[in-house]
């Protein structure tokens, strides 16, 4: 197996660019999800640093690079939380915008007892996040070894990250989550790492993702749609990543899984920061896996995300 590149081992840290969404989670959990029009008693509940642009950029600090966040907040008690946190981490949050007239964005997440979620975005100042921020922010992306990209903020301003960073000559990553609709073959020719969960990569590609062997066809129709490699999440049972011409099932780790928010997004930002330590791809994708599975044994978005040392101490 290729040893991963651990930050300790790298002069300097390697660079990501987180450009998306910072939510507040409003999170309750219950015995089980509800069904339309029910009222059902919860056990509990919290709120959480989320978003998955947050979660992202939290993921790829605590797993060893230097980040910085792009995107924006409401002028409110969540906002100034949610960027506290990110500093916390040694986030730069220079670019993460104060909107004085939207709120911050939350998100209602219901977990039930088997870890399953059903999420609610507000956007609220996500949907400020404009081309005109992407476009006073190339000195970032221009010091950046990777960009990384969702879609919780507008599309416009994804599209413009994904192009500056293209055209920068930096290494692109895009989790398209959430996903409604197959994304233009101009968008797939800007990303360089493209990162779905099985259901955002059947929609992609219109393919029924239902096993790994599934997950492989449909890598490969999104390669033919422009993407340049593809690495598509599939929960429990791993990822199928298809790297250059080499496709492979990466098998999931066993364990006892409380709460499944923000897995893909410790394995993406993981990922990312591997990369720009100089990892190889397979040893990025290993790090985000076994980050992920820890991630899943924990309660929440960011809270649930290890650090390095946690993964050294599991090798
Ligand atoms: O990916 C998990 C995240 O999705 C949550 O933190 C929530 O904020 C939503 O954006």
């Known amino acids: 197996m290729t040893a991963v590149k651990h930050q300790s081992e790298a002069a300097v840290p390697g660079r990501v660019v987180v450009i998306g969404s910072l939510n507040m989670d409003l999170v309750g959990r219950a015995e089980r999800l509800p069904h339309p029009g029910e009222t059902l008693a919860g056990t509990s509940f919290a709120t959480i640093a989320g978003g998955k642009g947050g979660n992202q950029a939290v993921a790829a600090a605590r797993l060893g690079a230097q980040v910085t966040m792009l995107g924006a907040v409401g002028a409110d008690a969540y906002g100034a939380q949610l960027v506290n946190g990110l500093k916390a981490e040694n986030i730069d949050c220079q670019g993460v915008a104060r909107i004085a007239d939207a709120a911050t964005g939350v998100a209602m997440i219901i977990v039930d007892e088997a870890s399953q979620n059903a999420i609610l975005i507000i956007p609220g100042a996500n949907a400020r996040v404009d081309v005109a921020a992407i476009n006073g922010a190339e000195p970032v992306l221009a010091a950046a070894d990777v960009v990384v990209c969702q879609l919780e903020i507008p599309y416009p301003a994804v599209l413009a990250a994904l192009q500056a960073g293209r055209r920068l000559g930096k290494t692109t990553i895009l989790n398209p989550a959430p996903v409604t609709a197959a994304l233009p073959g101009d968008w797939l020719s800007q990303i360089d790492y493209l990162i779905p969960n099985e259901i955002e990569a059947a929609m992609l590609s219109g393919i029924a993702v239902d096993s790994p062997q599934d997950a492989c066809i449909a890598a490969q129709r999104l390669r033919m749609l422009g993407a340049r490699n593809v690495i598509i999440t ?24 409380v709460d499944t928010t923000a897995a893909g997004d410790t394995f993406t930002g993981g990922f990312a920061a591997a990369l720009a330590n100089g990892a190889t791809p397979h040893a990025a994708i290993v790090l985000g896996q076994s980050a992920a599975a820890i991630s899943v044994t924990r309660a929440g978005a960011q809270p649930s995300i290890p650090y390095l040392h946690e993964l050294e101490h599991q090798a």
């Open 234 to 257: 599939l929960g429990a049972r791993g990822l199928v990543a298809l790297i250059d011409n080499d496709v492979a099932h990466y098998p999931g780790t066993p364990v006892h899984a």
